[in-house]
């Protein structure tokens, strides 16, 4: 059992940064596989970054095109915290950003992946204002 709790959402301008944060208490070993995933209003769940621990504090990640070279996802095992710096916000990154764990999940699918993730947590609001 992982239980995830997403802070560090706000509003920001276009251009501006945030750094949102994925605090992970529980199965450490259910936390080897993390994704961030986000949601507008009367839009689908769309996967944001997604990362997999492949070795001793080592891990590879992967992005949506529409994030790739803005946004930075990285964990610390010392504190089991995920954390997903957002740089260059755009408008269209406004959504509810939620951060999911499990052992492990469809690494290559995005969507694969955000229907086998078990644990979440509750999001956090990112508002980009232009």
């Known amino acids: 059992q992982v239980h995830l709790v997403e802070s560090g959402g706000g509003s920001v301008q276009a251009g501006g940064s945030l750094t949102l944060s994925c605090a992970a208490s529980?199965?450490?070993?259910?936390?080897?596989?993390m994704g961030w995933f986000r949601q507008a209003p009367g839009r689908e769940r769309e996967g944001v970054a997604r990362?997999?621990?492949?070795?001793?504090?080592?891990?590879?990640?992967t992005y949506a095109d529409s994030v790739k070279d803005r946004f930075t996802a990285s964990k610390d095992d010392g504190n089991n915290t995920l954390y997903l710096q957002m740089n260059s916000l755009k408008p269209e990154d406004t959504a509810m950003y939620y951060c999911?764990?499990?052992?492990?999940?469809?690494?290559?699918?995005?969507?694969?992946?955000?229907?086998?993730?078990?644990?979440w947590g509750q999001g956090t609001q990112v508002t980009v204002s232009s």
């Open positions: 529980g199965d450490s070993a259910a936390t080897a596989y």
């Open positions: 999911a764990a499990d052992s492990i999940i469809p690494w290559s699918d995005s969507q694969a992946a955000a229907a086998s993730f078990r644990y």
């Open positions: 990362i997999r621990r492949v070795g001793e504090m080592t891990y590879v990640t």
